[in-house]
């Protein structure tokens, strides 16, 4: 019984920082609003974690990071050689993954919101920018695979990181504004469409004689 008391406290110390963490940002967030979010004594949270750094550690662990990173580098990596995603079978690999990485997203809703938009102060503070960087050095890489002699001037590749820095943006938005997942991948869907059409054009216009 005692175990149990003790996981069912951390449980609901890791969703009130969760909470606290989304709303206010960890620069933001202190320990006596994250033990309120909690329901349980500032001493108590003591307790469990020494101090803010060590609870957004547990909240936000490395391997979290790591398999977001990956799923979306495994959903960019199945368009390779794709000119347009119209054309792709309802079973083609981009569509599974496309809906594993929002799945997972919505299950940790929270826990992204906090890393692409609310890090700032942390170890993971600079996850977003080098994640945006990496979307944008990927979509080159497509499209000049699509196009060898394809020439990407610096106002390009200026305007595709704005895009993709609107992209995570607008992500995290989603994510704070609705909780219900029918919600969620309705705005994310509605989006999607527009941004790709939009990547997609873009390159067609360098492409042009």
């Not at 909240?59 to 995603?85: C, K, N, T, Y």
């Not at 102060?121 to 944008?136: C, M, N, S, Y």
Request: glycine share 8%; with cysteine; charged share 25%.
């Amino acid at each position: 019984m005692a175990q149990y008391q003790k996981d069912e406290v951390r449980d609901r110390i890791a969703a009130g920082a969760l909470k606290v963490l989304a709303r206010n940002g960890y620069r933001a967030s202190s320990m006596a609003d994250i033990a309120d979010a909690a329901g349980v004594s500032s001493g108590n949270l003591y307790r469990y974690h020494g101090g803010k750094k060590d609870l957004y550690q547990a909240v936000i662990p490395d391997a979290f990071v790591e398999e977001l990173g990956l799923r979306l580098h495994r959903r960019v990596q199945s368009l390779d050689g794709v000119d347009d995603i119209r054309t792709l079978p309802a079973d083609a690999p981009f569509h599974a993954l496309s809906e594993e990485l929002l799945a997972f997203c919505i299950r940790n809703r929270l826990r992204v919101v906090v890393l692409l938009g609310r890090s700032q102060g942390t170890r993971h503070e600079g996850f977003a920018d080098a994640l945006v960087r990496d979307l944008a050095d990927r979509a080159i890489a497509h499209f000049q695979g699509l196009q060898p002699d394809l020439e990407v001037p610096p106002t390009t590749r200026f305007a595709l990181t704005r895009i993709y820095r609107h992209l995570v943006d607008t992500i995290v938005d989603i994510l704070v504004r609705y909780g219900d997942e029918s919600r969620i991948r309705q705005a994310v869907a509605g989006f999607s469409r527009y941004h790709l059409a939009g990547l997609k054009a873009l390159f067609e216009e360098e492409w042009e004689p």
